[in-house]
């Protein structure tokens, strides 16, 4: 017998959160992470006295964020790969200086959680207690990330965390050929209801409005997120042959170093150190003159314009017909980003210290704004062909669906339903036996 209780990430994309446990009360976690609002950013509480092991299929804070409070005067193992454990130590730290939120734990718990990492290999089966294994397979979602199979009591469960079913520059696609059979899967829904554009047409669009830009005059920003967007843009840029400035600055800096250190988590090393090269890091000391300059594409965070670097640069570009802003990851509404691509409009949170006064500025964009969806998850399509290659092991096929809005779980579920499968979209504390 195998429980699953679904402690976060139901119905919504956040404080992603699963606890297995055996008939015996053996306990391992799944990803705890934390979610961005006002109140209960952490996963939801359980007893946890049993816990044998905790697992992490990848670096983003929704997945990984509140993992040090599992490891407040507790030492379960903590079951990673060398490029996510390097990501969370500096992603966590980042969360925790600059947040105004009372997280109930620091740098401690978080140096704590590194004391009690374990690196497990693709493939390599870990026994965390009677009758419980863990196996990582690649999730092809960025540089580290994994599915894990969970062995409980003679069944197995799958969970995919974030998975992308098309390869990116960056990293191979998930495999869900090389997943043993299995019992249930706990399934990602981000994108159930989207269909991506043609990934190569879209890369062409993305350089030739790009050397357009340059060849004009004009100055390129690219806000990415510092974990695999900004290197997948860098990529793309170096693949189709764009031969101008390039500059990377923020978060993402610190990101492109460590995935230069661990060559095993890429595609092709090679390409992507080459890429790499031509692409110039941003210091304090160079900043200045480069704000002024045109011909150039400068790729920083953040992805939303909510923060970050990119904001150092966005002025005199917005007032620049010449020039372009290329949002190249995905824009959550009420975001400066989501503003900019919808309205035309930036708003500006400015800080007058003289008069102690905030107040916000809107500006139009005099430059050109566009979307480009180099997703890293699975659409739609990619979501149902993955769940049709996975094997199980009895025909009852359960499908938990969870990692989306609540339209698109309960929408990807019932189609699953209609397809012979037994699925749902938990609640938040829902437990189920397998
Ligand atoms: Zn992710
Ligand atoms: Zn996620």
């Known amino acids: 017998m195998a429980k699953i209780t679904f402690l976060g990430s139901c119905r919504e994309v956040g404080r992603s959160a699963i606890l297995i446990e055996s008939k015996n009360g053996d306990q391992c976690i799944l990803d705890y992470g934390i979610r961005f609002r006002e109140e209960e950013r952490l996963p939801q509480k359980t007893d946890l006295t049993r816990l044998k092991g905790v697992a992490l299929t990848h670096c983003h804070v929704d997945h990984s964020g509140a993992l040090p409070y599992l490891y407040k005067n507790k030492n379960p193992p903590f079951f990673t790969n060398p490029v996510t454990l390097e990501i969370i130590d500096k992603l966590i730290q980042d969360t925790l200086r600059i947040s105004k939120y009372p997280y109930p734990f620091g740098i401690d718990e978080l140096n704590n959680l590194k004391r009690n990492a374990h690196f497990l290999e693709l493939g ?18 960025v540089p580290g990330s994994v599915s894990i199979v969970v062995e ?3 069944k197995k469960i799958l969970y995919t965390g974030d998975i992308n079913t098309k390869p990116t520059n960056l990293v191979k696609s998930a495999n869900p050929d090389q ?13 159930a209801l989207r269909t991506h554009p043609p990934r190569e047409e879209l890369e062409q669009q993305f350089v030739e409005e790009i050397i357009e830009t340059i060849e004009n005059g004009g100055k390129v920003l690219v806000p990415a997120f510092a974990v695999a ?5 860098i990529l793309i840029l170096n693949k189709l042959r764009y031969r101008g400035k390039l500059f990377i600055d923020g978060m993402a800096k610190l990101i492109s170093k460590i995935y230069f250190d661990h060559p095993e988590s890429l595609k092709n090393k090679n390409q992507y150190r080459n890429a790499l090269r031509r692409a110039k890091f941003i210091n304090r000391r160079r900043k200045k003159s480069i704000t002024g300059k045109s011909n150039s594409v400068i790729v920083t965070t953040s992805g939303m314009l909510k923060g970050g670097s990119a904001l150092h ?8 017909p010449l020039s372009a802003i290329f949002l190249v990851g995905y824009q959550v509404e009420g975001t400066p980003g989501h503003k900019l691509v919808n309205e035309g409009v930036f708003m500006f949170k400015e800080n007058d210290s003289k008069r102690h ?4 500025i809107d500006i139009e964009a005099k430059c050109k704004v ?19 290659k996975i094997k199980f092991q009895n025909s009852s096929k359960d499908v938990f669906c969870v990692h989306g809005d609540n339209k698109s779980v309960t929408t990807l579920a019932s ?12 609640e938040d504390g829902e437990s189920y036996i397998i």
């Open 313 to 320: 640069y966005i002025k005199p570009i917005l007032k620049d």
């Open 179 to 191: 997943i043993p059979e299995v019992d249930a899967v706990i399934l990602e829904s981000t994108y």
């Open 124 to 141: 390599e089966r870990q026994r965390i207690a009677d009758d419980f294994f863990l196996t990582f397979y690649d999730a092809g979602h």
């Open 152 to 154: 409980v009591d003679g």
């Open 229 to 233: 967007r900004s290197q997948e843009a």
């Open 415 to 426: 189609n699953l339903v209609d397809r012979n499968y037994r699925s749902v979209a938990p």
């Open 357 to 360: 006064t905030n107040f916000d």
């Open 370 to 388: 566009k979307y480009f969806d180099f997703s890293s998850h699975a659409d739609g399509q990619g979501l149902q062909d993955y769940i049709d």
